[in-house]
């Protein structure tokens, strides 16, 4: 019952968005309103802002002429590659962000000499990145194995999503109280048990977000990715091509932007199942 | 392991200092606790009761002297889990059952699963809790949780046992009933236990010996004898006359040792 309200809740935020553009549509003039130079609101003709109805029905229309796919297959189609590639991404920033935590939480230097560097990474934009990555991914020698783009993307985005993770886990595992340290210290616990026994389990409460935020994050910086390395197939190419459309098809190039809000929120609803069954792990402890 | 056969005393304190920076938290400090013996470490706030305690459990290293455990220096001890230790806090794992969280240490230290589950069973029914085990600490009362702290440091049958304000935190009724098991159990396991206290009645009710601290610098003023009851404490022994004399005893102590310092000290 309560999952159900959820839903409907959830329904009835968007269904509020769509009568919030409309009726700025209805409200602002088509000119969109300036003070002075200064446009405050945007343009709200056909073309700036099409109509709710219009984008929904462009989903079910023909990509381009009367015998090509439907426009949301091609949309959901591009979508899954861009989510397998996240997927990818997302599982090389959990276990990159997570060996970062393990070595902070281990040593008191690394923390104080790497915890600046992982927040510093984040200022370097990932259009910055993406040549780099992609002339490095040339050059390696893999053996058999060829660099594919998709690849490169990947390693980008996972630059995005590594960052949460580190953070989150950091947290978590320096979570526990000193209390339960030294009872730790008290049983003659090596650091392996400790981490085990105490940190692990405390830091699932710290951890679940961080998850779901790397997921995010991984669908963001895979579209970024495919867009600044150029990949074709996925999402982000789609957002970059279908953008030409904005004076001739006004409804189009809103198809994959709506393909992108639901990919970040399949992702991030598959990583929340992982929480399912961890419940106990958030239980808190009352004080005596 | 037995008590019988530990030729050395269960803790043996010589001339211990503890500095923090400038302040001295302890100073001169010689102790000796025998084997099965029960003494109680009561002073004002700041008289370094508590880290006299956590020197005793290689939780913190004195500045000078030295702190033998049963004839060994305290790392060693701690490492040969000589001890068993229940804070203030239950300090429970959230997430563990009752059950689970007594059967820790145990299976911190490789016992089996068997092994684990039998003890585990044995110390429910020693602080009568059996009926809980599958719960978590969440859903006990405070009383219930200390009770499951203490299970878990007797788990491994300890033959000392450290304990910091274990009732501190918990209302008068709970803690006396609590302190008349803590008696039944160290009786039942002859673990010696250095136990720290505010509480006047509560050290003398349940001590051999009664460690009477002053502050500034953390130092023994006195130690008062009381054995009451020859071993065999019950409530009715809140009532004896020796009971009074002993907490009268006691109480002076305190004063005499700094009369300024008696912040802190509860005579309840």
Redesign the interface.
Known sequence: MRALRRVGLGLAAVLLLALLWELVKAVVPEDGWSIGDLRVLPRTTDLAMPHVPEMLSRLTDPLAGASADPLWLAVLRAGGTSLRIAAVSWLIGVVVGFALALLMTRFALARSAVLPLVVLSQTVPLIALAPLVKGWGAKLDLGDVTWQPWMSVAVIASYLAFFPVAVGALRGLRSPDVLHEELFTGFAASWTQTLVRLRLPASVPHLLPALRLAATSAVLGVVVAEVSTGMPGGIGRMILEFANFASSDPAKPWAPIFGAVLLGLVAAGAVGLIGVGLGRFRRTEVSA | MTTESLPAAAVHVDGVAREFGAVTALSGVDLTVAAGEFVSLIGPSGCGKSTLLRLI???DRPTAGSIQVFGRSTEQA????D?G?A?????????RTVRANIE??L???GVGRAGRRERATEMLDLVGLTEFADH???QLS??M??RVAIARALAERPSLLLMDEPFG??DEMTRERLQSELVRICAETRAAVVFVTHSIPEAVFLSDRVVVMSPRPGRIAEVVDVRLGDGSRNDALREDRAYFEAVTAVREALHGGAATGLRGVETR
């Open positions: 459990a290689d939780l701690r490492l040969a889990h001890y230790i804070f203030q806090q239950a300090g429970l794992l959230p997430w820790l240490p299976s911190l230290h978590f600490p969440d405070g009383g949780q200390q935190a918990l």
